[in-house]
Nanobody, 126 residues
Framework: QVQLQESGPGLVKPSQTLSLTCTVS??????????WSWIRQPPGKGLEWIGY???????VNNPSLKSRTSISRDTSKNQFTLKLNSVTPEDTAVYYC??????????????????WGQGTQVTVSS
């Protein structure tokens, strides 16, 4: 059974870099042919897709966040990481890591993604 778990600080100051890690257990991020994704949900709003790193290491980011977003992986630890630069209070959200099969990804419906972490609250505040 593949499981995902987010980790990282719950409070980040404005202008700093938000850094979150997703640890995957029960399977390898290089051999499970999924798009390993980051998604967030600001308070009172819907899900927002941030980006993914594929099983092959290719990354794709949301154009609205692209200049501030970096997604990478550490295959030795079976982890993938999100870095979001120059955060503002508008980046306050519950952040989820998720795994999407190609079919689920192409559906464009994040709710159909196959694997989800429990989510972690990140608050941007001084």
């Amino acid at each position: 059974q593949v499981q995902l778990q987010e980790s990282g600080p719950g409070l980040v100051k404005p202008s700093q870099t938000l850094s979150l890690t997703c640890t995957v257990s029960g399977g390898s991020i290089t051999t499970i042919y999924y798009y390993w994704s980051w998604i967030r949900q600001p308070p009172g709003k819907g899900l927002e897709w941030i980006g993914y790193i594929s099983y092959s290491g290719m990354t794709v980011n949301n154009p609205s966040l692209k200049s501030r977003t970096s997604i990478s992986r550490d295959t030795s630890k079976n982890q993938f990481t999100l870095k979001l630069n120059s955060v503002t209070p508008e980046d306050t959200a519950v952040y989820y890591c998720a795994g999407a099969s190609p079919h689920s990804y192409r559906s464009g419906n994040y709710h159909t993604y196959d694997l989800w972490g429990q989510g972690t609250q990140v608050t941007v505040s001084s």
